[in-house]
Every structure is written in structure tokens, then in C-alpha cells.
């Protein structure tokens, strides 16, 4: 099976630009969920989404939203970005129930200049 | 104010010795995670624990619900065990702990 797939791996923009990030889960596995790694604030948790509806939330601005797709695909997206967005981006997908073990991407790494 | 307090924060070895990180949460959860995380290398999942313990290899997870406490131990440290560990707690979200960097010298 293949492993949980991120893209892009990389990623530098402007402050004030948006940016869309995609998060391709296992086959099969229904739950997505977002998360934030900095140095300083290190893992943070964004929301995950389940059967398309966004389940849980954590304590981001309105300015990080989601969605996810019928195929379970899930996009996250930072609308008019700051310096302070810049971070690793984890995405990480798991069968479906509440309490199940987690499999992450690789992440990808956002620059805001 | 952290939900989840993991100590220590750094932890050096030498190879073959007993390990044990410990992880402290203040909010009522439904499981405790822990996670695995190799310099520049992505998470992988160790455990996920709602009560009790759970062995894999090496490794052994306890958790004491009544207490709030949490232990992940390694036996037989390795080099190759050298990776930074975070405790993860859930309840409808995930509060983290800060993580515990171990390195075990051969």
C-alpha cells in the first residue's frame, strides 16, 4: 500500500499570498488530519476531517481552513499568509474511528518571505 | 498553561542501557500517542494507548489514567533508537507535548 503522500514537498511564498496544500491518504482510510511543526511552538494540531466534514478543530485563525474530497484527498489552505506561517506541514491519515494510530506524510515545508 | 508536560527534554545513552520518557496531561483524554521523529526524517507512530500497556519490540507503553501520567520505555537502547519522542494526548483535538531528544551513543 502506498504510505501517505504530501504535495508539494517544498513551498516559498510572499506574505500576504495564499497557499493550498494537498494530502493524498492511504487507500481506504477515511480521517485526515492537519497539523503545524515549528521550532519554537513545535506540533500543533489544525483540524482533521472525516467523510468530508471537518470533525475537529484546533485553536488556528480563520485564515487556515480545509476541505476534503470525496476520495478522502484532503486540501489545506492559508489564506494571506505571515512571516510567522512558516513551518512543516503534516498531514496524517488513519482508518476512521476516533482512536486509531496515525500514519504522516513527509510533510511539506512552507517559507513565507 | 500545557496540556501535556514531557520530561526530560533531552536524554543521552549509551547503547544498552534502560530508557523511560514520561509524559504528564492535565485535560481528560479518549488515548495517548506516541510518536517517533528522526532528524530531518517524517513521524511515525509508536502507540496509541487508551489504558494500560502495549509492547512493540523493544519498546513498552504505560499508561496510568487515574494519574494522568504516561511512560514510554526502551530496553536494550541503539543507536539507531537515537530520534526525538513526543507524547501526544486527544480528546476531540491533539495537545503535544514538547518532545524528548534522546541520542544513544554506541
Known amino acids: 500500500k502506498a504510505g501517505v503522500t504530501q504535495t508539494p514537498r517544498y513551498l516559498i511564498k510572499t506574505r500576504g499570498q495564499q497557499v493550498t496544500l494537498s494530502c493524498s491518504p492511504i487507500s481506504g482510510h477515511r480521517s485526515v488530519s492537519w497539523y503545524q511543526q515549528t521550532p519554537g511552538q513545535g506540533l500543533q494540531f489544525l483540524f482533521e476531517?472525516?467523510?468530508?466534514?471537518?470533525?475537529n478543530k484546533g485553536n488556528f485563525p480563520g485564515r487556515f481552513s480545509g476541505r476534503q474530497f470525496s476520495n478522502s484527498r484532503s486540501e489545506m489552505n492559508v489564506s494571506t499568509l505571515e512571516l510567522g506561517d512558516s513551518a512543516l506541514y503534516l498531514c496524517?491519515?488513519?482508518?476512521?474511528?476516533?482512536?486509531?494510530?496515525?500514519?504522516f506524510g513527509s510533510g511539506t515545508q512552507l517559507s513565507v518571505l | 498553561k500545557n496540556e501535556v508536560e514531557q520530561s526530560p527534554q533531552n536524554l543521552t545513552a549509551q547503547e544498552g542501557e534502560f530508557i523511560t520518557i514520561n509524559c504528564s496531561y492535565s485535560?481528560?483524554?479518549?488515548?495517548l500517542h506516541w510518536l517517533q521523529q528522526h532528524p530531518g526524517g517524517g513521524i511515525v507512530s509508536l502507540f496509541m494507548?487508551?489504558?494500560g500497556k502495549k509492547k512493540h519490540g523493544r519498546l513498552i507503553a504505560t499508561i496510568n489514567i487515574q494519574e494522568k501520567h504516561s511512560s514510554l520505555h526502551i530496553t536494550a537502547s541503539h543507536p539507531r533508537d537515537s530520534a526525538v519522542y513526543i507524547c501526544?494526548?486527544?480528546?476531540?483535538?491533539?495537545?503535544f507535548g514538547t518532545g524528548t531528544s534522546l541520542t544513544v551513543i554506541p
Open positions: 501526544a494526548a486527544t480528546l476531540n483535538q491533539f495537545y
Open positions: 485535560v481528560g483524554i479518549s488515548a
Open positions: 496524517a491519515s488513519s482508518p476512521g474511528d476516533a482512536n486509531e494510530k496515525l500514519f
Open positions: 476531517y472525516f467523510s468530508e466534514t471537518q470533525r
Open positions: 494507548l487508551s489504558s
